[in-house]
């Protein structure tokens, strides 16, 4: 497996191409924005690319979504149904945060907690994390100890719960249920900022402890 982040948007979200090695397939997560970029990096990596993976339905995970699907004829899985909402609110997000305009979209699957997506030949856990939006789900792949949590975590931090359906103790949970379950040794990737570990959060995270 191979990954590459693409900080995209003015909120510097962490789109990720992920590459399985073996089949040169690729998924991209989370294509909040700057689309033509993500396609030209896309070419440049000479990979196939036959996915994309939601997070959640915020504008900086979100908002290139449609275009890309469009573009490129690609099926969207994730999010969970319950961020339904914030689709269909993509075009109010980007004029609220002054972004280009963003389309809603219909998931080709929704996903639920404890299903598995594949890429190539990569396969990851899905965990339905509620509690920044109703809808969020991880992305977790044992092999590579290596999971994708959108906004639930951070280094250092959890997600924001001041949004609409938001909640802090839901979050928590989450957290508590879906992520810390998981080895000391485990990297992940957030939306924003650097890439930790499980153990790192565990022993120094103020949200967490
Ligand atoms: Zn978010």
Redesign the pocket.
């Known amino acids: 497996m191979k990954v590459e982040i693409i900080p995209v948007t003015p909120f510097q979200q962490n789109c990720s191409i992920i590459i399985c090695s073996e089949t040169n397939r690729a998924a991209i997560v989370d294509p909040g924005g700057e689309v033509e970029r993500l396609v030209d990096r896309i070419d440049a990596l000479g990979v196939t690319l036959e996915k994309i993976l939601i997070t959640?339905a915020?504008i900086?995970?979100a908002g290139g979504t449609k275009d890309l699907a469009d573009k490129l004829d690609l099926p969207i899985e994730g999010p969970q149904q319950e961020d339904i909402f914030w689709i269909d609110r993509l075009s109010d997000q980007s004029r609220m945060f002054q972004f280009p305009e963003a389309k809603p979209f219909v998931p080709t699957r929704w996903l639920e907690h404890d299903d598995t997506v594949t890429v190539g030949n990569l396969t990851f856990d899905v965990k339905h994390c509620p509690g920044?939006?109703p809808g969020?789900v991880v992305f977790i792949n044992h092999e590579n100890k290596l999971a994708w949590v959108?906004?639930v975590l951070f280094k250092g931090s959890m997600?924001?719960t001041d949004?609409p359906r938001g909640d802090h103790q839901t979050l928590i949970d989450s957290i508590h249920s879906s992520l810390m379950t998981l080895p000391d040794d485990y990297q992940f990737i957030s939306?924003h900022g650097d890439i930790s570990t499980i153990g790192h959060e565990r022993q120094t995270n103020p949200y967490i402890r």
């Open positions: 959640h915020h900086d995970h920044h939006t969020h959108g906004d997600g924001r949004f939306g």
